[in-house]
């Protein structure tokens, strides 16, 4: 399973049943999770701990040092979780420093090919990010997200779960949870409703967090106006608990 021309420096740890392609290297301090498939010509360095049922093709660089000029060499840390698939060229660096040390993602992700996640971010679980899109430093991704192609996330911006970003949108503010966000700079188009059909929410939850979207977007409300308008609306939820906490959150402002 392991290619004779693959690198492994010694201290590595290899789980059960991993495939290593040839021409691959990975760090002594990298630890790789059971039933992982690793193809040719990826880099994965570290520290980096990496969960089981990962699939990294080729030309992949995962773990590395951080674009960050502040960055000194300090001991960060990379920590991915199970069955995410990371296409090729997709790059992957380290935490710093600066925030908590570590750069994470969650399970079931998928990174098609050249997308980028840099230092300090947190990447949470059932995302899609499509080709070319990049996060920069200390953004924070919700889980379902879904990123279209060549959209650019400006550093410390949280994209909420289930939001949706369409393709070539520049993100310079937070996009609360559900929102679905098009433009450069993005602005919010409404409501990912279809997206959350697809995940089982149903009709009444759906209904209500359009509602609250509406309060939010149509009413020319402060957002403190507004979460306090939506607050008062029937049928709370957790769902809706979802949306008005990526609102409460927000340290860069929302899309608007």
Not at 150 to 172: E, T
Not at 216 to 223: A, D, K, M, T
Request: a neutral charge; proline letters at 4%; hydrophobic letters at 40%.
């Amino acid at each position: 399973m392991i290619h004779p021309q693959a690198i492994i420096e010694p201290g590595a740890v290899i789980g059960k049943n991993v495939s290593i392609g040839p021409w691959t290297y990975i760090a002594s301090n990298v630890v790789i999770g059971d039933d992982c498939e690793i193809s040719s010509h990826v880099v994965i360095n570290g520290p980096s701990r990496i969960g089981k049922g990962n699939r990294i093709f080729q030309f992949a660089s995962i773990g590395e040092d951080c674009q960050d000029i502040k960055y000194n060499g300090e001991p960060t840390e990379l920590i991915i979780g199970d069955n995410n698939t990371f296409r090729e060229s997709c790059t992957v660096h380290r935490g710093t420093i600066q925030d908590n040390s570590i750069t994470q993602i969650g399970s079931n992700n998928l990174f098609m090919a050249y997308t980028h996640v840099a230092h300090d971010c947190m990447v949470g679980s059932h995302c899609i990010f499509a080709n070319n899109a990049s996060i920069a430093g200390h953004v924070h991704v919700g889980d379902h997200a879904i990123i279209g192609g060549m959209v650019g996330v400006h550093q410390f911006c949280h994209i909420g779960a289930h939001s949706f970003i369409a393709g070539n949108a520049l993100i310079l503010k937070d996009v609360p949870a559900y929102v679905m966000a098009s433009g450069q700079p993005a602005k919010p188009f409404g409501l990912n409703s279809e997206g959350l059909k697809r995940r089982g929410f149903d009709k009444e939850t759906i209904l209500t967090i359009k509602r609250a979207y509406k309060v939010l977007y149509r009413q020319g409300l402060s957002v403190e106006e507004a979460l306090t308008a939506i607050s008062k609306l029937p049928a709370q939820s957790a769902e809706l608990q979802v949306f008005c906490n990526s609102i409460k959150e927000s340290n860069r402002g929302l899309i608007r």
